[in-house]
């Protein structure tokens, strides 16, 4: 069975610095790895993923995550945040686009001007 | 790029009533489908797996005569909460993928608030 650990339930950080959102996960199987952004009374949106390939994504709005097999980790990460990135970010993983996804706990992330 | 539509966007009923929730998949065709709910402040949680022209696949603890699924065409699945009480209060988002190797999609959720 599959798992992700989001170690920070909250990150608040200043406009235009930089931030790191952590994910670990487990499985005994390979994965494919997700991150999912939910601005508040809406439902998730696909901000990257990863399912085969170069270990380094990114996303239209700045965004990038990094595959790293050996610490099993998928952390997300913006080298200068905006307001508008105030939101929940939830880690997820599968072992297929069709299966079942398990989630992270969330972190919620807040951009002070 | 692949839409999940799903209806309605908050509901507010008495307690007892049974409430339909409806997901479908916009621009493409969809075998399987997902319920998660979601709590204040909380992760998602799969309730179950919608499968068109088949039963659903519950998770454990998630009672299958109280929130029936129906997956009766490759577009649309249906969450009805039936007898609902306040405790079913919750947000409820559905989530459907093209194929096995696309990443899922989701609908902008459900608010039910049972008074």
Redesign the interface.
């Known amino acids: 069975a599959q798992s992700v650990t989001q170690l920070d339930s909250q990150v608040p950080v200043f406009e235009e610095a930089p931030v790191e959102l952590r994910c670990n996960y487990s499985s005994s199987v390979s994965v494919?790895l997700?991150w999912?952004v939910q601005y508040p009374?809406?439902?998730?949106?696909?901000l990257l993923?990863y399912?085969s390939g170069s270990t380094l994504v990114e996303s239209i709005n700045g965004f990038e995550a990094e595959f790293n097999k050996s610490q099993t980790s998928f952390h997300l990460r913006k080298p200068s945040v905006h307001i508008s990135d105030t939101a929940e970010y939830?880690c997820a993983v599968?072992k297929?686009?069709?299966?079942?996804?398990?989630?992270?706990?969330?972190t919620?992330l807040t951009i002070n001007p | 790029g692949a839409v999940?539509s799903?209806h309605p966007s908050w509901v507010i009923c008495k307690s007892g009533t049974s409430v339909k929730i409806e997901c479908r998949s916009l621009d493409f065709q969809a075998?399987?489908m997902?319920w998660y709910r979601q709590f204040p402040?909380?992760?998602?949680m799969?309730m179950a797996?919608s499968n068109e022209g088949s039963k659903a696949t519950y998770e454990q603890g998630v009672e299958k005569d109280k929130f029936l699924i129906n997956h009766a065409s490759l577009t649309l699945s249906t969450l009805t909460v039936t007898s609902a009480h306040p405790e079913d209060s919750s947000f409820y988002?559905c989530?459907a993928?093209?194929?096995?190797?696309?990443?899922?999609?989701?609908?902008?959720?459900t608010?039910l608030s049972i008074l």
């Open positions: 494919y997700f999912y009374n809406q439902g998730l949106q696909l993923k399912l939830f599968t297929g686009g069709a299966q079942k996804l398990v989630f992270g706990q969330g919620r | 999940v799903q075998t399987t997902f402040k909380q992760s998602l799969l797996t988002i989530s993928s093209e194929d096995s190797n696309q990443p899922q999609h989701f609908g902008d959720g608010r």
